[in-house]
């Protein structure tokens, strides 16, 4: 067959196959166009929540977070709710939430504020972590960095009652170098205001400073030498600072003078220990039968009790 009888059907096959080429080609283009297009997506999007975690950094407790303007994770909508954190004298941590924001892609804050409500939410000292707002935000937010409503909260800063509640509420909430430093001021003006003495106490054994809390409950003890909680503070101070033998001497006299016998349990049990850790079996003697019966209603204690008279016979 002669390949020029029929020139229409060669050619068209020709340009058939053309055009197929060119629509294949067109495919490919397409989806790699929409592979780019979904690629690009998510880098901005990877960006936009990069550009967010370098202006906010959620690694701040509520308890770390006194007078400061806070944001909390974004929601699925990456709103972030933020408000205004502050302490209530009788509600202690509290949020003065202010609404939600959104930050785009070039890093600015856009609010979205409650409509002149006035929300308060009292706040748990829990684990929850939130970021503090760059000062550089607070014109985007419409915020001042201090609330003018927070002077209604601030009436009595310097007072030897207020600083003592602060640092009474902070070791509470195990802030123990927060306390102290309220109490420590209260302490310059009034070192005999009822309770400072054991709270500066407990601060001082949180933080290991146990000489400092045994001299400032001696010092308590001699207006009150029956209070037990002072002289559970003071036991504790002396065992800890390796003072065995005045912490076993005051722990005798705290069983003997003291009329609240909550804590004769708990101090026995530290001597104990102590005793048991430095397999002093002389001491650990002395100690057993008394703490095993001021421990007499604590399965759990008794049951410790028992397993170290069990290897200090060994």
């Keep these: 067959m002669n390949d020029n009888q029929y020139p229409y059907f060669s050619g068209g096959i020709i340009e058939g196959r053309k055009l ?9 283009y397409k989806r790699h166009f929409n592979l780019m297009r979904y690629f690009l997506i998510f880098i901005f999007f990877i960006a936009t929540n990069l550009k ?10 509520f308890v770390e977070s006194e007078d ?19 302490i209530d004298e009788q509600a202690g941590l509290t949020l003065n939430y202010e609404g939600t924001f959104k930050i785009t892609p070039t890093g600015q804050f856009i609010p979205k504020k ?5 929300m308060k939410v009292r706040l748990q000292p829990n684990n929850v972590l939130v970021a503090f707002i760059p000062e550089s935000k607070f014109q985007e937010l419409k915020i001042t960095a201090i609330p003018e409503w927070l002077k209604y909260y601030k009436t009595d800063t310097n007072s030897v009652s207020r600083l003592y509640h602060w640092g009474f509420m902070y070791n509470g909430w195990n802030e123990c170098a927060k306390a102290l430093s309220f109490l420590e001021k209260a302490e310059k003006i009034d070192p005999t205001y009822k309770g400072l003495a054991v709270e500066l106490a407990y601060s001082y054994n949180c933080l290991g400073q146990y000489d400092n809390a045994a001299s400032v409950l001696k010092d308590a003890l001699k207006a009150n030498p029956q209070d037990a909680y002072t002289n559970k503070e003071l036991i504790y101070a ?15 006299k705290a069983i003997a003078i003291c009329t ?8 026995c049990y530290n001597l104990l220990h102590t005793y048991f850790v430095k397999k002093d079996k002389e001491n650990f003697s002395v100690w057993l039968s008394a703490t095993k019966k001021w421990n007499a209603n604590n399965d759990k204690l ?11 016979n060994k």
């Design 238 to 252: 002396l065992i800890k600072s390796g003072q065995l033998d005045k912490a076993s001497e005051s722990c005798k």
């Design 52 to 61: 967010a975690q370098t202006l906010l950094n959620f690694d701040k407790r």
């Design 302 to 312: 008794l049951k410790s009790i028992t397993t170290m008279e069990t290897e200090m």
């Design 260 to 267: 609240d016998k909550t804590y004769n349990g708990e101090n």
């Design 114 to 118: 409650l409509d002149s409500t006035n």
């Design 68 to 86: 400061e303007w806070v944001a909390f994770s974004p929601d699925k909508d990456s709103s972030y709710a933020y408000g205004f954190i502050y």
């Design 20 to 28: 197929s080429a060119i629509f294949e080609l067109a495919a490919i």
